[in-house]
């Protein structure tokens, strides 16, 4: 196992990140050419031919809904694009004598897709199931990203993070040295807290049922987070492990725009379950990592994988509690008690049911927000805006729509299942004085588990 671990990461030290340098003007139509063209689909063109101008979608966006700016319409947001597109890569006015397509672009149309992309979209999906033709903004800005990032046009904090992944492993640049140390201390603590001297946590065991991958956010700053997902998976007696080669969900590659450092990102998940044997996945809360493999990857690849489907750790919980290997104390937290559905676990991820079990195992003051669901607001921290600090004004506005119905449910606690979305309603907790708590699912899950 050694050797084919340092042959991996032999292989990995020699990748580098595609795309995300700048280009001069005289060549950035050159490079978006080459995006368009790598990432345009007959999907996308049907799409972008199709607007009816209703103006359904309108209501269906938490930036409009928030601002009220008719530019902030998903229609109008796509219309950037299609604007760049007529301009300088129609099919068949590119094909005419005396069309120049070496000139350089106006900088204001690309400035201004950039903020329809980058700034003004979080990928969310859901104007896709108010609009008549199924028309999916997201799908589309997201060509417009890989088109910016091929001339380097991409928010700072999409990119030191991935650099840093291609480097070191993970986007926080933990060395496997501190994270194996920092498991053996978690391990220590939980041994102490349930009267164990012997608890170990499995680091690298082969043929486990299950590859656990955590948050590395988790391991390096908040260990407590990371002990209470440990806590559900022995008190379950489940069969897992954790690798010391890949303990990362997140994959903000995807985010830029840039499926090559998608895929590149998400290999090391995978030859770290092939390393060790393992039978499945799950991982730690994270909406676009659990996007990315378990939907995006098998769809970029062309093929499905040979193993289980990826789980999020809150589908474990339900099979747990469904199975009667955990029991729950319930009502240990005073409600109400509402959820948020992650845009990409529930609308683009389809786990829906799953927390809803796990909810009402932990209470029987459940509320729901309105819409939920597949229809529920974005919060506003998605698309990567939690990870660029210039947009953190930007993502408070987004939330409102969020904030407002945080608070008609008249809930003491929210729960969700993402990382980027428990620190974003913190954030609007504070700015719109909402006077609640965010919780980990995992967290609440835990913390009621009758031993």
């Not at 530019?71 to 760049?84: G, H, T, W």
């Not at 806590?231 to 995807?254: C, M, P, Q, R």
């Not at 590149?264 to 998940?269: G, L």
């Not at 210039?390 to 904030?403: E, P, T």
Request: aromatic share 8%.
């Amino acid at each position: 196992m050694q050797q084919n671990r340092n042959q991996i990461e032999s292989n990995a030290s020699n990748t580098k990140p595609e795309g995300g340098q700048v280009v001069e003007p005289e060549r950035q139509l050159e490079f978006m050419r080459r995006a368009l063209k790598k990432n345009l689909s007959r999907q996308i063109q049907f799409m972008l031919n199709s607007c009816v101008r209703c103006g359904l979608c309108a209501e269906s966006c938490h930036y409009y809904c928030a601002a009220g700016q008719s530019e902030l319409i998903p229609a109008n947001k796509f219309e950037k694009l299609s604007r760049v597109l007529q301009k300088y890569f129609h099919p068949v006015k590119s094909r005419l004598t005396g069309f120049n397509g070496n000139v350089r672009p106006d900088e204001r149309m690309i400035t201004e897709l950039y903020q329809a992309a980058y700034e003004n979209c979080t990928l969310c999906g859901k104007c896709a199931l108010t609009c008549p033709m199924g028309i999916n903004t997201g799908e589309i800005l997201y060509l417009a990203r890989a088109m910016l990032f091929s001339i380097g046009r991409v928010p700072s904090g999409l990119l030191h993070p991935v650099k840093t992944a291609f480097e070191v492993g993970n986007y926080l640049g933990l060395s496997t040295t501190d994270f194996v140390e920092n498991i053996e201390w978690i391990a220590e603590e939980m041994g102490d807290e349930i009267g164990d001297e012997n608890f170990s946590i499995p680091i690298d065991k082969k043929n486990a049922d299950v590859l656990y991958i955590p948050h590395p956010l988790e391991a390096r700053d908040l260990p407590f987070l990371l002990m209470y997902a440990l806590k559900i998976l022995h008190v379950a007696g489940e069969d897992y492990t954790i690798s010391s080669y890949d303990f990362d969900t997140v994959n903000y590659a995807y985010y830029q725009g840039s499926k090559d450092n998608m895929m590149a990102i998400s290999q090391r998940v995978l030859d770290a379950r092939e390393m060790l044997q393992a039978k499945s996945i799950a991982l730690a809360p994270c909406g676009h990592g659990y996007r990315v493999l378990r939907w995006e990857v098998e769809k970029y690849q062309g093929k499905p994988f040979t193993f289980p489907p990826v789980l999020s750790i809150v589908e474990l919980i339900d099979r747990y509690i469904r199975q009667g290997r955990i029991k729950l104390e319930k009502d240990k937290f005073e409600g109400p008690i509402t959820y948020h559905d992650p845009c990409n676990i529930a609308r683009r991820g389809g786990v829906l049911e799953a927390p809803r079990n796990v909810m009402n195992a932990l209470t029987s003051n459940f509320v729901e927000m309105h819409p939920h669901g597949v229809r529920n607001y974005c919060c506003g921290g998605g698309g990567g805006l939690a990870s660029t600090g210039d947009f953190g004004q930007l993502r408070i506005k987004a939330g409102k729509k969020k904030a407002e119905q945080i608070r008609q449910t008249g809930a003491k606690i929210v729960a969700t299942n993402c990382f980027n979305c428990m620190t974003q309603i913190r954030d609007l907790s504070k700015a719109y004085d909402l006077g609640i708590e965010v919780k980990s699912i995992v967290e609440l899950t835990a913390e009621s588990i009758i031993q």
